[in-house]
């Protein structure tokens, strides 16, 4: 960015200078033309007498600095301040004397052979026919700059330097706000940024902020996934040890398989929910967009868990509604549906209630599981759709929970644009609704 400042600060200057001096020129030479055409005008004013003609003796001006020229009709030249009169060539092609024949007067600007001077001629035709002209010299614009050059180019020189010095301050002085920002990004408030660079700061933060958490939540995540496949291996392998050295008695040895498959039902469990939440963790994919009829869906994983709902003495209650189509791909709406009335089951108590509703509502649809269970308490309902939060740990083993269900259906609903509100009381029971705006 230094770089950059500097090398268009330089540019910026050098283009500048040129373009000055070449207007400067032009508006010069202009003034010039105009000054030396009047000061000539005046001049030869004065050489013609008041009654129109000739001064008696032009030799007697020669020392005006100009040159003096009379031309007679026929354009052959009758005197001539410089040269000799009569070895001069006919002048009536010379554009001033021409112009000066034509229309009483005529100017013109022809430039030396060596193109550093510059004659200006002027002519009049007096009133005896005959033409004078006056001409004068003057250094071209060319030989002007010419001679100006090694001023100009010192300038430049000079010029490009203090230009140099200025961008490098005023780099640093433009940077020194984005460095400080980068090296503290949490205060970015207090350091004097940019405004228009605050939106970007707190978006740079933001991100910064989310990908520690992310990485915070990956590592517990990890923590928390060996911890909970090391209890049922440990039980496995126990069991299996005792069985093995043959230490366990044969009345123990069918207790003892009933554990072994009760953990590796658990770990089975848990294996595949830690699949799902990594594979929902990867984003959308095309059958994930898929449009679904929720109500349907919710009607079959009813019917699913009805035989765990009888075993548990909890009784069912279902309400669909026609045209409940969601885009979210079936897998992921029988996740949803599957995970919370089974915790509205698990988490009920004997002869308890379960109402599953599907509904039209606001031009979206909701789906609601409602359950006459134990409930939950309010410190515990902000954290239980937390990774592996569970609030009563072994109650949540002993039923086959992982603690992962309501972190898959809250990662569903975050990709599908579900709302998802709970509402419960301890020991009466709990609401869990998920509404999708625009039927999705
Ligand atoms: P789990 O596999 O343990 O059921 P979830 O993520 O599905 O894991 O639920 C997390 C915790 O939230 C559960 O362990 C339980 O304590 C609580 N919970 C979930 N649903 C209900 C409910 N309907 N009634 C009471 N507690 C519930």
């Known amino acids: 960015m230094k770089k950059k400042i500097n090398r268009q600060f ?38 013609i007498r008041q009654d129109g003609n ?6 007697d001006h020669n020392d005006m600095g100009v040159r003096i020229t009379l031309v007679e009709e026929n354009g052959g030249v009758l005197y001539d301040s410089l040269m000799d009169a009569d070895s001069m060539e006919n002048h009536f ?27 200006f001629y002027y002519a009049v035709r007096m009133e005896d026919g005959k033409v004078l002209r006056v001409g004068k010299e003057y250094a071209s614009v060319l030989s002007v700059m010419i001679s100006a050059f090694p001023a100009m180019l010192g300038t ?18 433009i940077i020194e706000p984005i460095d400080s920002m980068a090296r503290d ?10 405004e228009e660079l605050v939106p970007f700061a707190r978006k740079i933060r933001s991100q910064h902020e989310e990908i520690l958490s992310a990485a915070n939540m990956r590592r517990d995540f990890t923590a928390n996934v060996s911890h909970e496949l090391k209890t049922p291996l440990a039980a496995i392998s126990g069991y299996a040890e005792l069985i093995e050295t043959g230490v366990a008695k044969e ?80 897998e992921l709406a029988e996740e949803v549906t599957y995970n919370l009335i089974e915790n509205a089951i698990r988490y009920n108590k004997k002869g308890g209630k379960v109402f599953v509703s599907v509904s039209e509502k606001d031009n979206g649809i909701l789906f609601k599981v409602s359950d006459t269970g134990i ?15 569970r609030v009563d740990k072994s109650r949540s083993k002993e039923l086959g929970g992982t603690g992962l269900g309501l972190a898959i259906v809250k990662h569903i609903c975050d990709l599908t644009e579900g709302k998802i509100e709970i509402e419960s009381d301890l020991e009466k029971g709990t609401t869990v609704a998920v509404f999708w705006n625009g039927g999705h």
């Open 185 to 194: 990004l949490n205060h970015i408030e207090e350091s004097e940024i940019y």
């Open 375 to 389: 409930g939950i308490g309010a410190e515990h309902q902000e954290r239980i759709f937390e990774r592996f939060y």
């Open 156 to 173: 430049v020189f000079l010029l490009i330097i203090i230009c140099m010095a200025a961008a490098h301050y005023l780099a640093a002085a």
């Open 93 to 119: 092609g010379r554009p001033e004397i021409k112009a000066a024949f034509e229309k009483g007067y005529g100017q013109e600007i022809r430039t030396s052979d060596t193109l550093s001077k510059n004659v």
């Open 54 to 59: 000739i001064a008696e003796s032009l030799t």
């Open 251 to 330: 009345k123990d040895v069918k207790h003892f398989s009933t554990e072994i498959r009760r953990s590796t039902e658990r770990l089975l469990n848990l294996i595949n929910d830690i699949l799902k939440l990594s594979k929902l963790d990867a984003g959308y994919n095309n059958e994930m967009m898929e449009m679904t009829d929720l109500s349907a869906v919710a009607g079959h994983t009813v019917e699913m868990v009805s035989v765990s709902a009888d075993k548990m003495g909890v009784s069912l209650f279902f309400q669909g509604c026609e045209a409940a189509e969601i885009r979210m791909g079936k």
């Open 10 to 47: 330089t540019l910026i200057t050098v283009f500048s200078i040129i373009i000055t001096t070449l207007v400067m020129a032009v508006i010069f030479y202009s003034r010039l033309k105009t000054q030396v055409f009047s000061d000539l005008d005046i001049i030869s004013s004065l050489l």
